[in-house]
């Protein structure tokens, strides 16, 4: 299971930091993503973080979101800086390896 948390209301330029815990898998060795979808978008993958740390990102998002993950606390967790509206979207975790999603949480940019 795959829960996520973090969402929120903020203006363009903010920052603003998701978590997702997992229960019921070995975490360590899963392959972790932040997925979003827009109102009337296809989902996408915004980053991935593999088992061992190795990132990736999607263009419109590199250099201002990180990915990462703590092990011992089964989390994997998307810090997003410089938010701008077009990152208004419904944001979800996954774990790649099993392909178990977890629920949305709502980020919203606007001022």
């Known amino acids: 299971q795959l829960q996520a948390s973090g969402e929120g209301l903020v203006q363009p330029g903010g920052s603003l930091r998701l978590s997702c815990a997992a229960s019921?898998?070995?975490?360590?060795?899963?392959?972790m993503g932040w997925y979003r979808q827009a109102p009337g978008k296809q989902r996408e993958l915004v980053a991935a973080i593999t088992s061992g740390g190795s990132t990736n990102y999607a263009d419109s998002v590199n250099g201002r979101f990180t990915i990462s993950r703590d092990n011992a606390k089964n989390t994997v967790y998307l810090q997003m800086n410089s938010l701008n509206p077009e990152d208004t979207a419904v944001y979800y975790c996954k774990s790649l390896t099993i392909n178990s999603w977890g629920q949305g949480t709502q980020v919203t940019v606007s001022s």
């Open positions: 019921g898998i070995i975490f360590s060795i899963n392959v």
